[in-house]
Antibody
Framework: EVQLVESGGGLVKPGRSLSLSCTAS????????VSWFRQAPGKGLEWVGF??????????QYAASVKGRFTISRDDSKGIAYLQMNSLKTEDTAVYYC?????????WGQGTLVTVSS | DIQMTQSPSTLSASVGDRVTITCRAS??????LAWYQQKPGKAPKLLIY???SLESGVPSRFSGSGSGTEFTLTISSLQPDDFAVYYC?????????FGQGTKLEIK
């Protein structure tokens, strides 16, 4: 079964850092890009960014709202993508989802909640 | 970023109704548009990609159309499981922006 599972969410103070993981199973992880999205409580969906597969350079792309603060990386040997979030702001509070590919894909994780609050 | 505007924001309908949700882009996106369904506490579910291609396993009562800047999602005969929030998303330009969502409610 194709599956993605996010982990690492929690409560963090403004200005601090947090790292999320997206663990894949059921498919050849290294062949695919991985995207991150988020959804603030009661709000709509927002694209955060993605990381290309190594075949396409393994490079990331970011939304303007997180560029310079968030870093997406991947470890194909472990089948995990990471979202390193630095200098967190209260407006980064959201459920964070990962999905397969850099274009719409039916494979999404269940999400992990990040709460940024003092 | 390309702005995506959905209408209506809320739609009240009954089981068996035919409903249409519209999504307008602030600039041309050709056919690079997807539709998602989201239920409370769940991840979005991909329904339609490339404006009109039905994702595998999605019931055929869902259909998408449009090109350029105006797109529609149609549900031909509403079923109880269809009451949810629907989002469109463009993926021609980074930002990959979503519409604000349309909440489909039971009348």
């Amino acid at each position: 079964e194709v599956q993605l599972v996010e982990s690492g969410g929690g409560l963090v103070k403004p200005g601090r850092s947090l790292s999320l993981s997206c663990t894949a199973s059921g498919f050849t992880f290294g062949d695919y890009a991985v995207s991150w999205f988020r959804q603030a409580p009661g709000k709509g969906l927002e694209w955060v960014g993605f990381i290309r597969s190594k075949a396409y350079g393994g490079t990331p792309q970011y939304a303007a709202s997180v560029k310079g603060r968030f870093t997406i990386s991947r470890d194909d040997s472990k089948g995990i993508a990471y979202l390193q979030m630095n200098s967190l702001k209260t407006e980064d509070t959201a459920v964070y989802y990962c999905s397969r590919r850099d274009i719409p894909d039916p494979c999404w994780g269940q999400g992990t909640l990040v709460t940024v609050s003092s | 970023d390309i702005q995506m505007t959905q209408s209506p924001s809320t739609l009240s309908a009954s089981v068996g109704d035919r409903v249409t949700i519209t999504c307008r882009a602030s600039q041309r996106i050709d056919g690079w548009l997807a539709w998602y369904q989201q239920k409370p506490g769940k991840a979005p579910k991909l329904l339609i990609y490339d404006a009109s291609s039905l994702e595998s396993g999605v019931p055929s009562r869902f259909s998408g159309s449009g090109s350029g800047t105006e797109f529609t999602l149609t549900i031909s005969s509403l079923q109880p499981d269809d009451f949810a929030v629907y989002y469109c998303q463009q993926y021609i330009a980074y930002g990959y922006t979503f519409g604000q969502g349309t909440k489909l409610e039971i009348k």
